[in-house]
């Protein structure tokens, strides 16, 4: 037997399918159908047609809705389709993580120069508590960013600032 499409292009829409099919009019779904209800290619529908309990009817494949239903039922229950679906789950993680990365290193922060381990006057240290004011969720990492400026400048100066005002 060829073999049928990536399991993560069908398999992964079996939950969706089985929804679909709850109230699908017709008895019986031909390949048109199945690619449809699947989102794959109609050269995928007839082989998934066919492994799904198709029979054939002239010059097609088609496939009865109850039989399609507890065929998906029967795959859905099955480990196959939970590992395609925790990988898929995993993947789209992965690719919001890797958006939110991206986002990130757009973010542009200006170097600090000669600030002479001067704190920035939007913050204010005392009492072993740092205060910042910010405008933004930028303006923030700015002014966090221009603190580690500030320190690596001149890290001795800074300690001294920062352990004279939890005295």
């Known amino acids: 037997m060829r073999a049928v499409a990536r399991p993560a292009e069908w398999m992964a829409k079996i939950p969706g399918a089985l929804e679909v099919l709850e109230d699908f009019p ?17 050269r995928t529908a007839q082989r998934l ?6 029979v054939r009817t002239g010059g097609g494949w088609i496939v009865s809705r109850e039989v399609l239903r ?8 099955g480990a196959e389709v939970e590992q395609v679906v925790r990988r898929r789950v995993r993947i789209e993680e992965l690719v919001r993580e890797a958006g ?17 381990g001067v704190l920035p006057p ?9 205060e910042v004011s910010f405008a ?13 400026q500030v320190a690596a400048e ?13 005295e």
């Open 26 to 42: 017709a008895p019986w779904l031909d390949r048109a159908a199945v690619a449809a209800l699947f989102a794959v290619s109609q």
């Open 49 to 54: 047609t066919r492994r799904l309990g198709g």
């Open 70 to 77: 507890a065929r998906l039922e029967e795959l859905a229950s």
């Open 100 to 116: 939110a990365v991206a986002r990130s290193r757009r973010v542009e922060l200006p170097v600090v120069a000669g600030g002479g």
């Open 122 to 130: 939007t913050m204010r240290v005392g009492g072993g508590k740092l």
């Open 136 to 148: 933004s969720a930028v303006d923030l990492l700015q002014q966090l960013y221009a603190l580690v």
């Open 154 to 166: 001149d890290y001795e100066c800074f300690e001294r600032t920062i352990e004279g005002t939890n």
